[in-house]
């Protein structure tokens, strides 16, 4: 396969954090169903042999591997048997993601903490160590939210994170496009996922948005021409309340 040939997912290893549920999930079946080898990466085990499964009884090419985005030497060392199983790393999907819905007067700090290591500092390491494993047209895709735009009550953590991916995402698109890496954010409007319904149980699902959507966005932007890069998109539903 030629490197650069990425109109294309064929035979391309794309590593997705937080891959065993949610959007995740829904990114893996998608970039595999088009023909990407997927590294399904999350902190639960059995989650992430769910989806493994999956789309290799559909006829697909995925392998489970378990991983804290919080823990930097467990990323060393995932990122290396992702290479060992595939042979290569083309992409990596920050999509692992946590919140903490509370008032700054009742968050410990230990839960702001754990939000930025997952949400911001999971991404920054993803990336800082893929770099070694990733040839030039190889491509990171940080999963930002439209909290990255604007913000609402009880939130700060979640907030501070997103707005901080986005901050990184477009200051490693410019320190990285000399050197052949695409970076890219997707910025991803409600969607129907145990990520935003546990939470919030009452809230109207006809509101959200297919997971499924968005995966098709970050398939949109991996399949760009070699010459061209997209460093930002949103993708909303049609009936989304919470960006004008």
Known sequence: MDAYDYESL????????GGGSGLGAAVCSTLAHDGA???????????AHAVAD???????????FTMDVGDEQAIIDSLEN??????RLDAIINNAGVDVTIGIREMKSEDWHRVMATNLTGPFLLTKHGLSHLAPGGHVV???STAARRAWPNASAYHASKWGLMGLTHALHAELRGVGIKVSAVIAGGMRTPFLLDRFPDIDV???QDPHNV???VKFVLTQPPQTVI?????LPMKETSWP
Do not use: C, K, W, Y
Not at 37 to 47: C, G, K, L, Q, R
Not at 231 to 235: G, I, S
């Open 82 to 87: 992702v290479v060992e199983r595939f042979g």
């Open 231 to 235: 460093p930002e998109v949103m993708v």
């Open 206 to 208: 006809e509101l959200l």
């Open 10 to 17: 064929a035979g391309r290893v794309v590593l997705v954090t």
């Open 215 to 217: 995966a098709r966005a």
């Open 37 to 47: 080898h997927v590294a399904v990466v999350d902190i639960n085990e059995v989650s």
């Open 142 to 144: 940080n999963i930002a």
């Open 54 to 64: 999956e789309i290799s009884q559909a006829g697909g090419t995925a392998q489970a």
